[in-house]
């Protein structure tokens, strides 16, 4: 018996078909509910998606047709469209451009989180049996030449069919686009492709010119004793879930017995951490502020070049570029191992020999005052469970799965508050480790989240969404700050003044003016008019004349 021998053609419709069908069961799921596949007309609209769905793949695949190229393309698309599949479905995210950053920039452990049997078993029926198949078939190349004509015919055919279809279904799509603009994300595999091009040609669209430098002119205003900043960069908080901030559960019991003051009114620069960091350590504002533009100094930058020693701390998967410039190590590196387990660390060992590890900075800058960033685990999910440590789990059962449609929507949100209520202990610490070190600085603690979470409302979980998009649970962010009475003193900041103010409109574009003004620094890169401490320090008592 011969073979069969597929022509390449053939197999590139048959891959764009699979893909355009079966890869995009979140697609036909959300037309579904929108009520637009009913009927004659929503057949035939549904039939006008899967072919433009259909061409732009055939007609992508129809570059990749070449006897070593064809089948390991495919075998990446398939992989993609399974996996976009997968979290498109399981936790209502999208595949953009700043998801694709996220992926890049996520660390083993953050990406073993994710692994599950839903994930596995999707992979395998979406992606691996159809692969394992097309792998045992004998493909049918031309010479080049005709292999070439060949491919650009069926990339035309497949471009014809593509208008064809469109002009076919124009005006139900022109008007799903208009109304549902979120639609485009769920174009599976094609919102990947097109998110992987966008970040991979970041670099051709801007070269990266020399470092823009910022605040050229920082010193730090006379004080006589040293300051001790901790800023404390919260992850994945959102600012609901703070008993503070009038949550029905008491997630942060610790907190309500310290003099904290708690911006309620305050948002996230993005929806991710790529997206967050950057923005929020940057002078610029979310409006002008572009992730592609040549790298620019930030905060810490400007408080080093002001005198102050700075050091970051990270307990997760990196600062995203902001700390190159300043001293900077992983949380795990401290010396007690309990904490630490499997490469992961609970958020107290950013505390952990925090005294040596502030040793070893500069000690003339260090007499002028110190700011660390700890870059908490925070409640990184999906796996919230493994965000406090098993004597700190408040609320229980505790939902122990990544796959969270597998939980009751109760033991999610014990998992989730329980990361919350460890950072409630751990901020409760920190603030501790200010309190003794108060004979020789004077101290505050400043804690921001990076982004919010969706937590199953709308179906949506985890966060990354498009910001125009994402819902405020997303951007809703805990502000907290904390000083000590002779950090008061010295800078004048009055809390209950604050406290007046708790409910002004916040955002991440007021975290480098605030930074900088309670670390006293002065710099015509600052702006009182985005601090949102200023208008509550009076003048200070202790400063000496300048
Ligand atoms: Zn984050």
């Known amino acids: 018996m011969t073979r069969r021998t597929l022509p390449a053609p053939a197999v590139v419709g048959g891959a764009a078909l699979w893909m355009a069908a079966a890869g995009n069961l979140p697609l036909w799921h959300k037309l579904h509910a929108l009520e637009l596949l009913g009927g004659l007309r929503g057949a035939l609209f549904a039939l006008a998606m899967l072919l433009m769905l259909w061409a732009t793949l055939a007609a992508l695949l129809s570059l990749f047709a070449w006897r070593r190229a064809l089948k390991p393309a495919i075998a990446l698309l398939l992989m993609v469209t399974a996996l976009a599949s997968h979290f498109m479905s399981s936790y209502g995210v999208v595949v953009d451009a700043g998801m694709v950053t996220n992926v890049l920039q996520t660390d083993v452990h953050e990406a073993g989180a994710l692994l599950s049997g839903p994930l596995i078993a999707t992979l395998l029926w979406m992606a691996a049996l159809p692969m394992a198949w097309l792998w045992q078939q004998r493909v049918h190349y031309g010479s080049t030449g005709r292999q070439l004509l060949h491919n650009l015919l069926l990339a035309l055919a497949a471009l014809g069919v593509l208008v064809a279809a469109v002009l076919a279904g124009f005006q139900p799509l022109a008007s799903l686009m208009r109304n549902h603009k979120d639609i485009r994300y769920l174009l599976n595999p094609l919102a990947s492709v097109y998110a992987v091009a966008h970040v991979a040609a970041a670099p051709l669209r801007r070269a990266p010119g020399p470092l823009v430098r910022v605040g050229e002119d920082a010193h730090l205003t006379p004080h006589q004793r040293p300051r001790i900043l901790l800023l404390v960069l919260g992850e994945t908080a959102r600012s609901d879930n703070f008993a503070l901030n009038g949550y029905g559960r008491p997630t942060t019991p610790q907190l309500l017995r310290e003099d904290i003051v708690s911006f309620r009114n305050a948002w996230s620069c993005g929806t991710s ?72 660390c609970f958020d107290e060992a950013l505390l952990d020999g925090l005294d040596e590890r502030l040793a070893a900075l500069d000690p003339e800058r260090s007499r002028r005052g110190v700011v660390v960033v700890m870059h908490q685990m925070g409640s990184h999910g999906p796996a919230y469970h493994l965000r406090s440590p098993p004597g700190r789990k408040p609320f229980l059962p505790e939902c122990q799965s990544a796959t969270l449609q597998g939980c009751s929507a109760q033991s999610l949100l014990n998992a989730y508050d329980n990361s919350i209520a460890y950072t409630d202990h751990f901020l409760a610490q920190a603030i501790g480790w200010l309190k003794r070190h108060e004979a020789t600085a004077d101290g505050a603690l400043v804690y921001v989240s990076d982004h919010g979470e969706s937590l199953g409302e709308n179906n949506l979980y985890l966060h990354g969404m498009p910001y125009a998009l994402a819902p405020d649970v997303q951007k809703r962010i805990p502000w907290l700050s904390w000083a000590s009475a002779g950090f008061r003193r010295a800078s ?50 202790d400063s000496v004349a300048g």
């Open 273 to 344: 951490t790529a997206a967050s960091l950057p923005c929020m350590f940057s002078d610029l504002t979310r409006a002008h502020f572009d992730r592609s533009a040549g790298t620019r100094e930030n905060l810490l930058d400007v408080l080093q070049r002001a005198g102050l020693a700075v050091l970051w701390i990270d307990n997760q998967a990196g600062c995203k570029g902001v700390c190159e410039r300043v001293p900077h190590m992983g949380a795990a590196g401290g010396p007690s191992s309990r904490l630490c387990a499997g490469g992961e």
């Open 492 to 541: 004048g900041l009055s809390l209950d003044c604050l406290r007046e103010r708790s409910d002004v409109q916040v955002s991440h574009d007021n975290y480098f003016h605030a930074v900088l003004g309670l670390a006293g620094v002065q710099t015509s890169a600052y702006r009182s008019s985005l601090d949102p401490y200023a208008s509550c320090r009076g003048p200070a008592t």
